[in-house]
């Protein structure tokens, strides 16, 4: 009798019956399968972003704001800056505050620019002093893709700030061949009429360059319409 019970309880699994917990192994199983498939239709959807009308009118408003020294006044604690053009400016003509600004730059704005180190650089007086710093290739610059970005958000509204506000005079060299930036603390920048690096072409991975260049027939390049 008990035999027969057994093989009564038995008797479904062994003709092949699934169990009552398959049905929600099959649904589980299934949802899954959809989802897989849902998830690879919305990755086929995607495509590359890019930027509309409002992106650019806050692209631009960010720049223009960076133009201004004051935001760059505002990173640092009150007093010091007057405190610094006060008290270290003055030491040796200037060449202990450069040294130390250039040390401070090459460690704290790596995040900004990328690889950058201290060097030698001549200064007006004929001497040298360690108070360069050397950019190996700008991410500024390089993801930017404008040399009036560069120029206008970067290289004057910087030496201006040194320049009245710590009395350090700064000269910055950006290379729009390799995106590479040479700094120097205590040399005077030219004026602007003159410095070479606002005479400098559009850059060739200038997204604007090529429609410009066809709307002039010519592979001539212009000046950057943004300097």
Known sequence: MEGLMLLRLRGPFLAGTPPARSKSFRRIHGFQVHSSMQSQSIEAEKHEYKPGLLDDLLLGFFRRKMVEVRVLISLFPPFLLPLFKMLITPIQDGKIASMMLARATAISCQWLMGTCSVNSVDLPDGSSCSSGVFVER???????????????????????????????????????????????FGVTPPAQDTDKALQE??????????????????????????V
């Open 201 to 226: 072409p559009c850059l060739d991975i200038c997204p604007n360059v090529r429609r410009r260049r066809n709307l002039r027939g010519n592979n001539d390049v212009t000046q950057c319409p943004k």
């Open 138 to 184: 700008c991410k500024y610059l390089e993801e930017s893709k404008c040399l009036g970005v560069c120029i206008n958000t970067c290289k004057l509204p910087t030496q201006t700030f040194f320049k009245d506000c710590m009395g350090v005079p700064l000269l910055m060299e950006p290379n729009f061949a390799d995106y590479s930036c040479q700094f120097k």
